[in-house]
């Protein structure tokens, strides 16, 4: 039994620890952040977006493989960050803005898995 017992504990011991939560951020390249407020603007004025967007979108997901978060950590990261930014908040229509966090989640998935 003590070996039995012994073997659990050790196994337990080396389990992950890591959880991620939203506290954390992954770190967003500059470069991203600017392409993503491009994107908000050309949205804005009525512009297509979805490769620039997809261009903004790939390395932040990539960061996020590179620092194993998990994936419901990227979408809350992405989301926080659309939220942050000056051009997301001057989408006076609520739907709009709304639409574009849609398209910025379905985005974010199929380029977090597409990796």
Do not use: W
């Not at 989408?91 to 709304?98: L, M, T």
């Amino acid at each position: 039994m003590a070996d039995t017992q012994s073997a659990h504990s050790t196994a337990e011991r080396e389990a992950p620890t890591s959880v991620f939560t939203s506290a954390d951020r992954i770190e967003v390249p500059t470069r991203a952040v600017e392409l993503l407020r491009n994107c908000l603007t050309a949205k804005r004025d009525g512009k297509p977006v979805a490769e620039k967007l997809r261009a903004a979108i790939a390395p932040i997901c990539a960061e996020a493989h590179r620092s194993q978060a998990m994936p419901e950590q990227v979408l809350i990261s992405v989301k926080e960050l659309c939220h942050t930014l000056p051009e997301y908040e001057r989408i006076r229509d609520a739907g709009e803005r709304v639409a574009f966090l849609d398209t910025v989640v379905r985005m974010t998935i199929e380029e977090y898995y597409r990796v």
